[in-house]
């Protein structure tokens, strides 16, 4: 009997091994930023990518990143423009923590959500695990 316990339990646990393993995985990457000073602007070379990406609005992203590094930002086709030079580490750490903040299920994980307004509220609806959670839209 307690054979029996000990085999079913040492498989139990390198099920979930496996599993847990695969759930740490990121399967959205999001890209190095390409940033180029020229004189005192910080243009991002790529920043279409990431509203592509994360399936967001490009001027609320953009509006997102003017606030967080308290400059001014403009869109200049597939580029951001943003007055003072930055660099690209603060770009990589906003990228991240507005994934976490307002992309990613805080019930799941994923990243597959999108943003629904009712009645002047904000909703992050998963469409993964269909969980609604409060979003706060800059």
Not at 2 to 8: A, G
Not at 114 to 125: A, D, P, Q
Request: aromatic content about 8%; glycine content about 2%.
């Amino acid at each position: 009997m307690t054979r029996q316990y000990d085999d079913l339990l040492a498989r139990a646990q390198s099920t979930l091994e496996k599993t847990a393993h695969k759930s740490t995985q990121n399967r959205l990457e999001i890209p190095e930023p390409q940033v180029l000073w020229v004189g005192n602007k910080t243009i991002l070379r790529n920043y279409a990518e990431y509203p592509k990406l994360m399936r967001r609005d490009p001027d609320r992203l953009l509006m997102y990143l003017a606030k967080e590094l308290a400059t001014a930002a403009s869109l200049d086709a597939d580029r951001a423009i943003f007055i003072g030079r930055k660099d690209k580490a603060s770009f990589t750490q906003l990228f991240t923590r507005y994934m976490i903040d307002n992309v990613t299920c805080p019930v799941c994980g994923s990243p597959d959500t999108h943003i629904v307004t009712e009645s002047r509220l904000h909703f992050r609806v998963c469409e993964a695990c269909g969980a609604r959670s409060s979003a706060r839209v800059n």
